[in-house]
């Protein structure tokens, strides 16, 4: 805008640059302007949070890592409608202002993170290194944990609503040749004074099966406890020992975390770093329903149970069940080669599943760990971001066969040509994987129905993958 006898005087824009923050819009009044806040800011700039937090998350970045490293890790969030968010972490640890530690941040549909290395955790040390998100609204987070440049694993991370005070460990073993895997799980803390109690669970289960912790020699079905404050996380690995079926009993809630620092097929010369968020006892579910990968390679999984519980395994392909006993605390490894496979259990139980897959072209595979998904955990809509730094991604979709039609990915249907794999995994449901491209995606259906849904991808040396439990209620 010009001004003056000759219009030759340019009035200063009092909206430029913007004065409003939290995404307010500036309106201009001749030299005055004025701010139009978002729904969780008032104040004249716009600079006074008045939301409500409604949800919570805790994020750990777990030591997997052979060497040490300087690539951060990602938080990718997403939201179906405006949010603000504040993440903390403790402020020795963002002396650089590498973060947006403590600010508030308004956002409509994604973002990364990118969390500094020096938040990766120790072994058998605490330490302030958690990482907490607040929202106004309810938001997918997952985190990409990077591991040495190279590897990658994925997890997506569950609400404070999901969490709880009793949880059972679980971690991977090696698909191949690699003796050394570190098996490892860690814990962080949400509220102050949350005391721990762990009771081992270590195989094998030999007289040498022993760890050291803080100076203190521990084995099979021997507990300890430890105390954690707001913020702190302990971690636990070792070489020779898996911890599967470890008991974690808390005060409070807390979230618990597994995987393995190195774990590598049998066609392969590189270490894969396996990660999951576990969820807790009372999140369980009785059915689950399995796919293989898109190329129909081979994959193994663990069913856990707290109480001995006997699981039906259903094999459609070939029409057959068979019957097994997972007593309380014991894990049970089932190898499958191509196969879908429908779990029902007459109690709760859990399965995770550790798969070996690469893209097209490679002749190298990688693993990566997923939690499965319940059946009655089933959502109606899913709304995360695909990572651009993999050479391939595919959605895996679980839904009842008569509604597949009705499946809608950025509101379009499935484009045939992008179809990967289609199978019935029984008589009622159907499993369908999907390529999609690099950004935000969401899935749902124009019918409402539940369904499942899994993420993963590959690139030339690395693999991903995570479940969408902890989505949208």
Known sequence: MWTGEFCDKKVKDVCQPNPCYNGGNCAAKGNRYTCTCTKDFSGEHCSDF?????EEYIVMIMWNHITEDSKPS??????????TIQLTIPDDLDSNNEMPNGQFINFNSEMKIALPPKLQSNFLQKERKAVRIKSTEPISVVLFDNNDHISDDSSMIMPRSKLSTTYMVVTPRTFGRLQNVIGVFGIAALDEDTRINITLRLHPKTTGSRIN????????????????NNFETFQV??????????????SKPVAVFSGSRCNMSLDSEMCS????QLPPTNEWDQKYIMTPDFDETMYY???ISVEDTWIDIHYHAWNFTGRVLVTGGYTRRVEVNTN????????????????????????FRKTYMTIVQGVNQYKRLYKFVVPEQYVENFVTITIQASFIQDIRINGQTVDPQMIRYQKYANFEYTNLI????????????????????????????????????AIFP
């Open 301 to 303: 999984y663990r069913i």
């Open 74 to 83: 990602s938080l990718y969030l997403t939201t179906n409608t405006s949010t």
């Open 434 to 469: 999907v390529e999609v491209l690099p950004g935000p995606i969401e899935v749902t259906t124009t019918s409402s129905v539940p369904f499942g849904l899994a993420m993963n991808g590959y690139s030339s040396l690395d693999a991903y993958g995570f479940e969408g439990s």
């Open 340 to 363: 879908e496979v429908y779990l029902t259990g007459s109690k709760p139980f859990l399965v995770a599943r550790f798969m070996a897959g690469n893209t097209t072209n490679s002749d």
């Open 237 to 250: 690995g070792s070489y020779t020992l898996d911890f599967t079926g470890t008991i974690i009993e808390s």
């Open 213 to 228: 912790i803080n100076g203190k020699s521990y084995g099979h079905l021997d507990s300890f406890e430890i105390s954690l």
């Open 50 to 54: 008045s939301g409500t937090f409604k």
């Open 273 to 276: 770093q396996n990660m999951e």
